[in-house]
């Protein structure tokens, strides 16, 4: 949005400011209605941090409140505007797509303050994730091995012990027309440490075909490992 940081509080006249004018009314619509209907939020629209500048923003989250507090929207943003422009471009070529592919960009700013305050932030972040619906996995790259967690389990139709999956199950579960490209893909984010994206058809134990759009950053862990 191109809104300097400071306390981290914005309000809905300065939210509306930056959303595209032809986007405006029917971010709004929606936000209005999950608020009356107090449930899910998801929308796609637009916005121009400046005058000059259309970024796609994809949006998912909640309404949620607690005892004695006012009603709140809980939720995650994305920068989509590279995923849009990739579907724009290759509609013409893939007449039969399922569905869109999506991109998860998640960018979690370092906590500070009180005891309180990290509890409530990672309240909210636990909500925003549960009501988007995206498997959240961690992959040990010099061992491995890699940890999902339930949702992941269940895309791939893995039974849950504990969340620990090493690289062969996860390969052979990939389409066998996918394979070369998804490790390729990993390879490559692997030796840049960039940022990973790809989409590709798992294989379920009941047989059914599945389009994953899986999302990742490489980075070391506090103990030098590489992940």
């Known amino acids: 949005y191109n809104v300097p940081i400071t306390d981290g509080t914005t309000n809905r006249e300065k939210w509306l400011s930056r959303i595209h004018p032809d986007d405006r009314e029917r971010a709004l619509a929606s936000r209005n209605e999950a608020i009356a209907r107090g449930g899910h939020y998801s929308a796609t629209y637009r916005i121009m941090p400046t005058p000059d500048t259309i970024r796609h923003l994809r949006v998912t989250g909640i309404v949620h409140s607690s005892p ?21 471009a290759l509609e013409a070529a893939r007449q039969d797509a ?16 009180r005891e309180a305050d990290l509890q409530e932030l990672t309240q909210r972040f636990q909500l925003a994730i549960e009501a988007s619906g995206y498997g959240i996995w961690e992959a040990d790259i010099e061992t491995g091995t890699a940890v999902w967690d339930r949702r992941m389990h269940e895309y791939f139709e893995v039974p849950f012990v504990d969340g620990d999956v090493d690289d062969e199950s996860f390969v052979e579960r990939i389409h066998p027309e996918d394979r070369a490209r998804v490790v390729a893909s990993i390879a490559e984010a692997i030796g840049n440490n960039a940022h990973y994206s790809c989409s590709y058809r798992i294989m379920t134990e009941s047989g059914t075909i599945r389009h994953l759009q899986a999302m990742g950053q490489t980075h070391r862990s506090s103990n030098g490992k590489l992940k």
């Open 68 to 88: 004695g507090e006012h009603r709140r929207f809980i939720g995650l943003a994305v920068d989509a505007t590279d995923d849009i422009e990739l579907q724009r």
């Open 98 to 113: 399922e569905d869109k592919n999506r991109e998860l960009e998640a960018a979690l700013r370092q906590l500070s303050g």
